[in-house]
Each structure stands twice: as C-alpha cells, then as structure tokens.
Nanobody, 114 residues
Framework: QVQLVESGGGTVQPGGSLRLSCRGS????????MAWFRQTLDNRRERVAV???????KYLDSVKGRFSISMDNAENTVHLQMNNLDPVDTAVYYC????????WGQGTQVTVSS
C-alpha cells in the first residue's frame, strides 16, 4: 500500500501562510482523487480540499479563496498552499485519497496564533 508522509506545518500568526506537502511512496496519480483533511482540537476530521487526476479541485467553504491544492505527479506529492491563515485553521493536517482508503500518515501540525 502507498505510504504517505506529510510535512510543512508550523506555527504562524493570523494572516500568515504555509505550504504543506504530502509525499507518497508510489504514484498518487493512480488514485482518482487526492485530498487534504484536518483534525481539529475537538477531534472533528474534515475534508479541506480535493484534487482529481484531471486537475479539478474543490474546497471546504471556509477555506475557499485562501487555500489551493496542487499535485506534482513527478514527485508523487500533493501540496496545500494556505494563505491568510486564521486561528480556526489550527489542526493536524493529513492527506489521503478522497475516500481515505490508505493508511493515515502522521500528519503535520498547523498552529495559527498571535
């Protein structure tokens, strides 16, 4: 099974930016769609952004216009560019297929705080 490793998290002030990366141990383009999820402090896991192999994307309403998902097939990597971050974006971020069919990685912590 493809293994996933997330990176790029950190602590930023409100309004700041981060770029998350998720590298697969094998090609991610074999899956119809990849997604970024986040697990909040109250243990809710929500799907934040989705990208299909055709390049289409969808976003959680609360991140539209601020987050952008992209895929680098040559590097087996999915990125999440996060701009204008807000404290409500604080969470552990994970990637997986749209239907979360792979084992979860360790995630990457994003903290937005002044």
């Amino acid at each position: 099974q493809v293994q996933l490793v997330e990176s790029g998290g950190g602590t930023v002030q409100p309004g700041g930016s981060l770029r998350l990366s998720c590298r697969g141990s094998d090609s991610l383009s074999q899956f119809a769609a990849m997604a970024w999820f986040r697990q909040t402090l109250d243990n809710r896991r929500e799907r934040v952004a989705v990208i299909t192999t055709e390049g289409g994307s969808k976003y959680l309403d609360s991140v539209k216009g601020r987050f952008s998902i992209s895929m680098d097939n040559a590097e087996n990597t999915v990125h999440l560019q996060m701009n204008n971050l807000d404290p409500v974006d604080t969470a552990v971020y994970y990637c997986n297929t749209y239907s979360s069919q792979l084992n979860w990685g360790q995630g990457t912590q994003v903290t937005v705080s002044s």
